[in-house]
């Protein structure tokens, strides 16, 4: 056999035009591809190109390129959305090990809290506690909305330039040298206790923040008491701040009352006393639960045909915003609309407990509430049954029977 | 037609494509600088085109194309390759040498594009004495709805990290509500929210309510993974249930699962690192960690697994260790890590990394090819050469026959040699 040089090799390529259609080569096709090769015709057997198992791919190479993207697009499809079925985890998976970042606390469980007791400033609403704050308050007004909160944390005693630069830091601000931090602290009285106060201000996500901070260090604990808004409320609310300060009392979670009337000024009430000291009659079939964060009593009623209700008791040394604040707070918690003075009116009615006690009654579809707000001496008791509508019409005798009786 | 067959067929392009291969590798090399491994091997090597997307203008963001991609180089290099292989192929003995090596480099070129598209990675990382059914994508994340199925089994809805994009309002016959994203950060850490300091929550619902996330830049080297978040609002019937932070912090800080009801029914939620079931699973007896003697060196790491497939009702204990990777099931378990549990530091940790590679052998047949042909190649121009110079061997002769015998035998030992490491032997 003649030996082939690639440069041939393109020669025979070339020559055979009929690689790109479907016709056979024809006879002086052939002849010719034979003639340019100088190959006797016996040795240009292998030259049919088109009759070549390889030769047939190529007449598409398209073919092999829509081969490829088809692979690809199977392949790289990875957006969807996949559903199969596994056999149920029996133990909670294992925490992976933690990556280098570092590490965060763990959400910790609830340890029983400390209760507060204080005097509600006019304009300032109960906002209710929070898994960090004891007590949270938002202070509306035309200027716009400002925020009070109460929190306990670890005992920073000794580490005031830490809690300063803690709060300057969330506000974009140079941390402090110790030396400067004298100017920054002013003495405050916060429930009988000496205290300290600080203002700062500066940018938090682009908004100019004012942050008034109070803090006293108790037995294994600082308390932080803070005040944060725009700049015109604050101006205004300050002096209130510092007063409220001074009605806060706290009851340290398991002391005993006797802790409280420690703390506490001779003018100002315990928050709360122990269950057992109550004289009323609770009625027949209610049954006594652990009160909850402010709550001196929790009771479930009998449940009737599956409805259920309960029952709380509080009690504060003051009206805690007033009745109107607290229907509209007790509306929200049933999804109804608030209502002003003249529709508190038509909803409360007067009830033969105390001078000034009323009863409200409130109902949104399956759930109903009713309400008793009853000041006895100094102190303001708030009575609420609340549950399924069925369970709390049928309590409600018995419920404003409990009400009327002395605590 | 034609002109494409002649560009493909055409040397030059060969040559172009070769050039632009070293580039791409230079450009993608410098670029782990600033992208980190993972990311410049997306941006350059698992794209068609190199696309510049910083450029804005006028408001635009443009999106300009600056340098073919590692796909796209190596598929035109593939068919390229291929068009000439056939356009040039003729069966010869004195050309096998010629024709085995293109094969094979084709083979391998086919091979790559096969493993990058159906190779997949995952660890699976357990105490001592744990089970898994599973293993866990070592970056990619998925958004999972578990509903009770009965019978002891669980139905999974899981949708990939890379369809929560900011929002996006994602719906799925089997998932009665819509996922609206409302938020989607690619790595973020967790602390317990602090009133004193912290806005109100953008969770509504869950142990998100709870904490507050603080997004962090993208991790982008290989030691470490992103931990993503995403605060979803599901929506039923136009109405909101809420809004939900999931993350896999959560699970990893032992928060309680999330559970959301609706219309009597209770899924629970989570973003979790990518899974993958196995039809079996492995529990880990037994780990090894042995240093060299006053030193950190690591001497010897080992596993002891015990396989159990319920299927095949097979049950074996097997060890992993360094060179020694468990083959089952299509899979390979490689020892990947070792350590010990925070919580109890008597017991030992274990990550197994786990690939699916069904083209594992294609680059080592290739490289068998290549190399075949290469001698093939070689030899043929060599005894041409020799034969030239000291005039030709007689055919037949003794020492033809034995040259012959101990060329075979030599070539025939190696090989053996290289599949038997090959296969771990």
Redesign the interface.
């Given at each position: 056999?003649t030996e082939?040089t690639?440069s041939m090799?393109r020669v025979a390529?070339k020559g055979t035009r009929v690689?790109?259609s479907t016709r056979r080569p024809k006879e002086t096709d052939r002849n010719r591809i034979v003639s340019t090769l100088e190959m006797p015709i016996g040795e240009g057997a292998?030259v049919q190109l088109p009759l070549h198992p390889?030769?047939m791919?190529?007449r598409t190479?398209?073919t092999?390129?829509a081969a490829?993207a088809a692979?690809?697009a199977?392949?790289?499809d990875?957006?969807?959305?996949?559903?199969?079925?596994?056999?149920?985890?029996t133990a909670?998976?294992?925490?992976?090990?933690?990556?280098?970042?570092?590490s965060?606390?763990?959400?910790a469980a609830d340890a029983p809290r400390p209760q507060l007791a204080y005097t509600l400033p006019a304009g300032w609403q109960d906002a209710g506690s929070?898994?960090?704050?004891l007590a949270?308050f938002r202070i509306k007004t035309d200027a716009g909305e400002a925020s009070v909160?109460i929190?306990p944390l670890a005992s920073m005693a000794g580490q005031e330039v830490l809690v300063v630069n803690?709060?300057r830091e969330?506000v974009g601000q140079k941390p402090l040298a110790e030396s400067e931090l004298a100017g920054t602290l002013t003495p405050v009285e916060i429930g009988g206790e000496k205290g300290q106060l600080f203002e700062i201000s500066g940018l938090r996500e682009g908004q100019t923040v004012r942050i008034i901070?109070a803090f006293a260090h108790r037995a294994g604990a600082s308390w932080?008491y803070?005040l944060q808004g725009p700049d015109a409320i604050l101006t205004a609310q300050k002096p209130v701040f510092v007063e409220f300060l001074k009605t806060v009392r706290i009851k340290e979670a398991g002391a005993p009352a006797a802790e409280v009337a420690k703390v506490a000024a001779p003018a100002a009430p315990a928050a709360a006393e122990p269950e057992s000291e109550f004289k009323w009659k609770v009625p027949a079939g209610w049954q006594t639960l652990p009160a909850g964060q402010m709550q001196v009593a929790k009771f479930a009623v009998p449940a009737r045909d599956g409805a259920k209700a309960e029952v709380f008791v509080s009690v504060f040394p003051s009206d805690t915003g007033g009745a109107l604040a607290n229907v509209n707070r007790w509306r929200k918690q049933l999804g109804l609309e608030a209502v002003d003075e003249a529709g508190l009116k038509a909803l409360a009615t007067p009830l033969d407990a105390a001078p000034g006690a009323l009863l409200v009654d409130l109902k949104n579809d399956a759930r109903a509430m009713l309400g008793a707000i009853v000041p006895r001496g100094e102190r303001w008791w708030f009575y609420k049954l609340m549950g399924d509508a069925a369970a709390v019409t049928a309590e409600r005798e018995a419920f404003v029977r409990f009400v009327q009786s002395a605590p | 037609?034609?002109l494409?067959?002649k560009f493909?067929t055409s040397l030059r392009l060969t040559v172009a494509l070769l050039a632009l291969s070293v580039l791409l590798i230079f450009f993608g090399t410098l670029s782990q600088v600033d992208e980190g491994l993972w990311k410049a091997q997306k941006i350059w090597f698992e794209s068609w085109i190199v696309i510049w997307q910083h450029l804005q203008l006028f408001g635009w963001k443009f999106t300009i194309p600056i340098f073919p991609g590692g796909?796209l180089i190596g598929?035109v290099l593939?068919?390229g390759l291929?068009?000439a292989f056939?356009?040039?192929?003729?069966?010869?003995w004195d050309k096998l040498g010629v024709n085995l090596t293109h094969g094979g480099v084709i083979l391998l070129l086919l091979g790559q594009?096969l493993t990058?598209?159906?190779a997949l990675e995952s660890y699976i990382?357990?105490?001592e004495g744990?089970t898994k059914?599973?293993a866990?994508h070592h970056r990619d994340n998925e958004l999972a709805f578990i509903r009770?199925?009965g019978d002891?089994?669980?139905?999974?809805?899981?949708?990939?990290e890379?369809?929560l994009k900011t929002g996006a309002e994602?719906r799925?016959e089997?998932l009665p509500f819509t996922v609206r994203v409302k938020e989607h950060g690619l790595n973020c850490?967790?602390?317990?929210?602090?009133?004193?300091?912290d806005g109100p929550a953008t969770a509504t619902q869950g142990?998100g309510?709870?904490?507050t996330v603080e997004p962090?830049a993208e991790?982008k080297d290989m030691?470490?993974?992103n931990?993503p978040y995403a605060y979803i609002e599901l929506l039923a019937g136009g109405n909101s249930l809420g809004t939900w932070l999931v993350t896999p912090?959560l699970?990893?800080?032992?928060?309680a699962?999330q559970v959301i009801e609706v219309g009597g029914q209770k899924l629970r939620t989570e973003l979790?690192?990518e899974r993958y079931?196995q039809p079996f699973e492995m529990t880990l007896l037994k780990t090894s960690h042995e240093q060299y003697r006053g030193t950190d060196i690591p001497k010897n790491f080992r596993s002891r697994v015990r396989v159990v497939d319920g299927k095949t009702r097979e049950a074996r204990e097997v060890d992993i260790y360094m060179n020694h990777p468990l083959r089952y099931a299509g899979l390979t378990f490689y020892q990947a890590?070792m350590?010990k549990d925070p919580d109890d530091p008597q017991r030992g940790?274990s990550?197994l990394q786990v690939v699916r590679n069904p083209s594992w052998l294609a680059p080592y047949v290739g490289c068998y090819v290549v190399g075949i042909g290469m001698y093939l190649q070689f030899r043929l121009h060599l005894v041409k050469f020799l034969g030239k110079r000291l005039g030709g061997v007689r055919q037949g002769g003794l020492g033809a026959i034995s040259a012959r015998v101990l060329e075979v035998g030599v070539l025939g030992y190696l090989v053996f040699k290289f599949t038997l490491n090959l296969f771990g032997y």
């Open positions: 056999m082939r690639p090799r390529a690689e790109c292998d390889f030769r791919i190529h190479p398209l092999i390129l490829a692979l690809c199977g392949g790289c990875r957006e969807e959305i996949r559903v199969y079925s596994v056999a149920k985890e909670p998976a294992p925490a992976p090990a933690a990556p280098a970042a570092s965060a606390p763990a959400p929070t898994a960090m704050s949270n909160n929190t803690m709060w969330q901070t932080f803070k | 037609m034609k494409l067959w493909f796909y598929t593939f068919l291929t068009a056939i356009k040039r192929f003729t069966w010869r594009l990058q598209e159906l990382e357990f105490k744990e059914g599973y866990e009770d199925a002891g089994r669980e139905e999974v809805v899981v949708i990939p890379s369809m994602i799925h089997k850490q967790i602390r317990r929210r602090g009133p004193l300091v142990a309510t709870q904490v962090r991790a030691d470490s993974r931990l912090w699970p990893m800080l032992g928060s699962a979790r690192f079931y890590r350590g940790t990550a």
